[in-house]
């Protein structure tokens, strides 16, 4: 199995910024994607930004105050926000897409138990 462990959310003012941190660990062969999403009050939960081995994507609301990246070595990954502003403020939950030890290689997708980001006006 597979658990992740997300730290970095908290209290700050707009235009303010934060990082967000998502460790993942347990029998795990490789990492194909991580990428954060987050949910709103009364909101459906969305896809904020996405890394791969070759490719970023960010949502149009966070691109260019969003940067996602990732620590191969370490089975992490971390989302920088910048510039923050009140409706970023959300739970942001970590997920994670790869494959286990083991015979056949099985594909996991798991995610983190969220973090909770709230912006100031």
């Known amino acids: 199995q597979v658990q992740l462990v997300e730290s970095g959310g908290g209290l700050v003012s707009a235009g303010g910024s934060l990082r967000l941190s998502c460790k993942a660990s347990?029998?795990?062969?490789?990492?194909?994607?991580y990428s954060w999403h987050r949910q709103a009050p009364g909101k459906q939960r969305e896809l904020v930004a996405l890394?791969?081995?070759?490719?970023?994507n960010y949502a149009v609301a966070v691109k260019g105050r969003f940067t996602i990246s990732r620590d191969n070595a370490r089975n992490t990954n971390y989302l920088q926000m910048n510039s923050l502003k009140p409706e970023d403020t959300a739970v942001y939950y970590c997920?994670?897409?790869?494959?286990?030890?083991?015979?056949?290689?099985?594909?996991?997708?798991?995610w983190g138990q969220g973090t909770q980001v709230t912006v100031s006006s």
């Open positions: 347990g029998s795990i062969y490789s990492i194909n994607a």
């Open positions: 890394v791969t081995d070759g490719n970023t």
């Open positions: 997920n994670i897409k790869g494959n286990l030890k083991g015979m056949g290689y099985r594909s996991f997708d798991s």
